[in-house]
């Protein structure tokens, strides 16, 4: 039976041997898994019941012999503490038992406190991955989301409406949550359905390590919704746009990504721009098409995988025995 705990300032250096055999880039995942994680556990748990965590856990699974075998690290979603996604999973060769053990200790520990959807996004070529959390652990395929680099910019536009832009307050929250739930695709909407907290800016902004910001796209007589856009970054040169928009306006689209990079460009001319596009949403694969055209660059296409605390599936299989290392985009 694998030995399962929360991790501690003395695993440090076994996980960090244990990341340089599975992970070429194991400097940069140690200073990002644990420089900050690991100190930020220790206080939340001090301070916080599991409703109000909103800092990642990490947890590290042995066996009999005490040899470290791989570690996960989850993190509730914002907003929202009764749904947590993995973020990270690095187990060690011909630990695939160990790695399940340890989801499954993670479902049981959390879903004991109320916790009721856990969530994985998962690269879909990391085949062996998905077969660990799908045939070992329960989890479903709901849907799948890709990331793009923005390399071609000649399709943006001067030609901007900035009176259809608004800034996002928190009282805007639950009309545009309920615009998102609305452009799901039906096939998807119990899963992956989001509440008014989730949009709520964060509480002291400048503390977190990111920073974000959002507006509403109205039309400016009814002030109906075409679109929620969000602009991340977590250094101020690699920015993210994030988005959902009407079906009906995608033709817009253009306008509304030249409106980010005009709102990126005052605060740093020297930028990376990725986008985020979600299958799920309705007007999903008219956008995918348009990222194509435009000969934006795909960098990464995730499976979603669901598993729903209360819909516990059982298979037994058997898993191959090689190395996994899965990090999250941290969106």
């Not at 509403?216 to 994030?242: G, Q």
């Not at 817009?252 to 980010?260: C, G, H, N, T, V």
């Amino acid at each position: 039976m694998a030995k399962i705990k929360k991790i501690g300032f003395g695993d440090l250096i076994n996980i960090k041997k244990l990341m340089s055999v599975v992970c070429s880039d194991n400097i940069l995942n140690y200073r990002r898994l644990f420089l900050g994680s690991v100190p930020i556990t220790y206080l939340q748990n001090l301070f916080y019941s599991v409703h109000f965590r909103k800092f990642p856990e990490t947890y590290v699974v042995s066996d009999n012999n005490s040899n470290l075998k791989g570690l996960v690290t989850v993190k509730a979603i914002w907003g929202n503490p009764y749904k947590w996604q993995i973020k990270r999973l690095f187990l060690d060769k011909n630990s695939h038992e160990e790695g399940k053990q340890l989801i499954e200790y993670i479902i049981a520990k959390f879903g004991a406190r109320g916790v009721d959807t856990f969530s994985v996004s998962v690269n879909d070529n990391q085949n062996e991955m998905i077969d660990l959390f799908v045939k070992g652990c329960g989890f479903r395929f709901c849907s799948t989301e890709s990331f793009w680099s923005v390399s071609n910019i000649n399709f943006l536009t001067e030609n901007i409406d900035e009176t259809q832009f608004k800034n996002f307050k928190n009282s805007d929250a639950k009309r545009c949550i309920d615009f998102y739930n609305e452009n799901i695709n039906s096939l998807y909407k119990y899963s992956l359905s989001r509440e008014k907290e989730e949009l709520y800016d964060k509480f002291a902004q400048g503390l977190h390590s990111d920073t974000s910001f959002k507006y509403i796209v109205e039309d400016n007589d009814s002030k109906n919704i075409k679109a929620v856009i969000k602009i991340l970054t977590f250094d101020n040169k690699n920015y993210i746009f994030d988005y959902v928009i009407s079906q009906g306006y995608v033709d817009m689209f253009p306008m509304i990504l030249s409106f980010a990079v005009k709102k990126i460009t005052k605060r740093n001319k020297n930028f990376k721009l990725y986008v985020k596009n979600r299958k799920y949403l309705q007007a999903g694969e008219q956008l995918e098409d348009f990222f194509k055209n435009n000969r934006f660059e795909l960098l990464q296409n995730n499976a979603i995988l669901v598993r729903d605390f209360f819909k516990n599936v059982k298979q037994e299989t058997s898993l191959m025995n090689s190395a996994i290392v899965f990090s999250g985009f941290e969106v």
